[in-house]
């Protein structure tokens, strides 16, 4: 499978993300473009991905080159929230310079579509929009809720050392219900808290 031939050949630029189609890719791949790609948080080891329950990684192709790439896991703080271990995060979403415009929103209707068939005991999926650099377009454009925004923490203890932060903005917490989603009128309670295939995800 090409990534832009191996970073040796620039994609073609695309008019539209109809044009692609969505597919899982391995754990690595979707790490290594995100350090390619991802301008804020470039940084995410795979073996951080693999450890979780659940974890999935997708990419959008054309012509068996990668314009997009998102890393899916269950929460970093899945013991912080209700339920926790019904959530799914998505932890990484970066697009190439060459991707279509609205390939973002289109990618996340396509994985939650996806989702849905692969995980059925997966009730709610979340993310954390940077507020130094987002406004969370993409979220809204796909339906999803703002529920709450938190300052930066650092995880650092006397016991534990943990990297330095690639950003320390305050996060706003968003939120797709995937069991009630066609329920008219449900907002989310702010404070509620492997394989590869090359099938296309219809």
Same mark, same amino acid.
């Given at each position: ?44 080891? @795979? ?10 990684? =997708?990419?959008?192709? =054309?012509?068996?080159?990668? =314009?997009?790439?998102?890393?899916? %896991? %269950? ?9 926790? &271990? ?9 697009? %190439?310079?060459?991707?279509? !415009?609205?390939?973002?929103? @289109? ?6 579509? &996806?989702?849905? !068939? ?11 929009? &940077? ?29 534990? !050392?943990?990297?330095?932060?690639? %950003?320390?903005?305050? !996060?706003?917490? @968003?939120?797709?219900?995937? &069991? ?23």
């Amino acid at each position: 499978m090409k990534i832009a031939r191996l970073f040796e050949e620039k994609a073609e630029p695309l008019a539209s993300p109809k044009l692609l189609t969505c597919s899982e890719i391995n754990v690595i791949r979707a790490c290594n473009l995100n350090r390619r790609w991802h301008s804020r948080l470039p940084e995410i080891h @795979w073996s951080n991905v693999v450890r979780s329950k659940h974890y999935i990684c =997708y990419g959008a192709f =054309y012509n068996n080159v990668v =314009y997009a790439v998102a890393i899916w %896991s %269950s929460p970093v703080a899945a013991n912080r929230f209700k339920n926790g &271990d019904t959530l799914l995060e998505l932890r990484r979403m970066a697009i %190439s310079p060459e991707a279509p !415009k609205y390939t973002a929103t @289109w990618m996340l209707s396509r994985m939650i579509k &996806d989702i849905k !068939k692969r995980f059925p005991k997966i009730t709610r999926l979340i993310s954390y929009q &940077d507020t130094e650099v987002h406004k969370g377009t993409i979220y809204a454009a796909a339906n999803w809720t703002k529920c709450s925004e938190t300052k930066y923490i650092d995880w650092t203890t006397r016991k534990r !050392k943990r990297s330095e932060a690639q %950003s320390k903005a305050n !996060k706003v917490r @968003w939120e797709y219900c995937i &069991d009630c989603a066609s329920k008219k009128g449900y907002v989310p309670k702010p404070g509620t808290i492997r394989r590869e295939s090359k099938k296309p995800i219809s």
